[in-house]
């Protein structure tokens, strides 16, 4: 696969995936919680990867691949369960594994596509382990379409506001079918790993420019 296709897959990998807030908790062996893992060695790396790539091998109708992208966002929601509560306010944590498991499932599926093996560049596993920054999407819902504008968010841990290095523009605001607010909108923050703890029970609280405050619970014990 050529690099600039991957440099294309990365990119879809950074600001795509639109709409995966369905998770549950993720637990090790023995019921012990995974923490985020700030630090991934090689051998961790290519794991991570396979494990993105086994099940989407497996996959071999659209339901199948359906089922496999459902559990996949599953592993790294916080906040409310979208298919509970549609207008709950939630969020992916995309951490090194969430992106290293994206792009197993991207080899796979170009593998089956090109009808031989397709292996991420070694250099490109290499920037997803030195990432300094964890991406994280909130999806929240308002009443018009700007809602979300100039969005602002921190992560409150043991009583300290923890700021991000950057926050991306919200999207503007998709209509919402049924009842509650009307619009549903999303935006992107990154937090550098040396700036939380990785184990630790956080807050995440978002600010919209009317001053409004919403704010959910995430346990980043139980995210790897």
């Known amino acids: 696969m050529r690099a600039n296709s ?3 897959v990365r990119r879809q990998g950074s600001h795509g995936l639109v709409g995966l ?3 549950s908790i993720v637990w090790g062996v023995s019921g012990l919680a995974w923490a985020i893992d700030v630090k991934l060695s090689p051998e961790e790396a290519k794991k991570a990867l396979e494990a993105g790539r086994a099940p989407m091998e497996k996959a071999n109708s659209p339901e199948d691949v359906k089922k496999v992208l459902q559990q996949a966002s599953m592993v790294t929601r916080v906040g409310a369960d979208p298919e509970k509560d549609q207008c709950g306010a939630s969020a992916i944590l995309r951490t090194k594994r ?3 498991e994206a792009f197993g499932r991207q080899e796979a ?3 089956k596509k090109q009808k031989k093996d397709v292996r991420m560049p070694e250099e490109f596993i290499q920037k997803v382990v030195d990432m300094p920054n964890m991406e994280i999407e909130v999806q929240l819902c308002g009443d018009d379409e700007y809602f979300a504008e100039k969005a602002d968010m921190v992560f409150q841990q ?3 506001n923890i700021r991000p290095v950057d926050i991306s523009p919200a999207d503007r605001g998709r ?3 049924g ?3 009307a619009y549903r909108s999303r935006f992107t923050a990154r937090f550098g790993y040396d700036t939380f703890d990785p184990n630790a029970k956080t807050t995440v609280i978002v600010t919209l420019q009317d001053g409004q405050l919403l704010q959910f619970d995430a346990d980043f014990s139980k995210v790897k």
């Open 6 to 8: 991957w440099i294309a």
């Open 21 to 23: 807030l369905v998770g």
């Open 98 to 100: 969430y992106r290293l």
């Open 109 to 111: 599926a170009e593998s």
């Open 158 to 160: 043991k009583g300290k």
């Open 175 to 177: 209509k919402n079918e």
């Open 179 to 181: 009842q509650g607010p």
